[in-house]
């Protein structure tokens, strides 16, 4: 018995070394590019971190400017957070610029902006449909009524989250 365990041991050991000896090398390549595969996913995640939470520092930078009443330097560093699209934030400094330029009575540069988002297929159907709405809002005594019932007409759809806002305000254009 204890003979033929010894053989069984010895022929398997030989089994083993010439599958290690033919397929070695790929086992080993195989260990190495997962390894690597992991390890530069790990780090992309890192660096994706870090860009996400450098646009959450600046856009936190930016209120805070806006809450101390600066605001001239808020509207820039919102413009910095929409020229650098990150997606969400993008969209948010717009509507931020857009009020601030709005409280600053700059009603051209705050329509702009509202017009900018609501045309930026980039952003999320929700900021698009809210940046229409605010510009319809904000222009109602600046343009032509069916232009912006045009506009408006979208939004009426029973599915929009800003249904019942856009009907109220088609009311208003129709009086």
Do not use: C
Request: glycine share 4%.
């Amino acid at each position: 018995e204890g003979l033929m365990a010894e053989i069984e041991t010895d022929l398997r050991s030989d089994e083993f070394k010439k599958i290690w000896d033919k397929y070695g090398a790929a086992i080993i390549a195989l260990v190495i590019a997962l390894i690597l595969g992991v390890s530069g996913f790990q780090i992309y995640k890192y660096y994706e971190t870090q860009q996400h939470e450098s646009v959450v520092r600046r856009y936190e930078i930016a209120v805070r400017a806006q809450r101390e009443g600066k605001i001239d330097d808020a509207i820039a560093q919102f413009g910095a957070l929409v020229i650098d699209d990150r997606k969400g934030y993008s969209a948010l400094a717009r509507l931020n610029q857009a009020a601030l330029l709005w409280q600053k009575k700059d009603a051209d540069g705050a329509l702009a902006a509202y017009k900018a988002l609501a045309e930026d297929q980039k952003a999320d159907a929700i900021f698009r449909d809210l940046a229409v709405l605010l510009r319809v809002l904000h222009s109602i005594d600046r343009e032509d009524p069916k232009t912006l019932e045009a506009a408006l007409t979208p939004l009426t759809s029973p599915n929009n989250a800003f249904a019942t806002s856009a009907l109220e305000l088609s009311a208003l254009l129709a009086a």
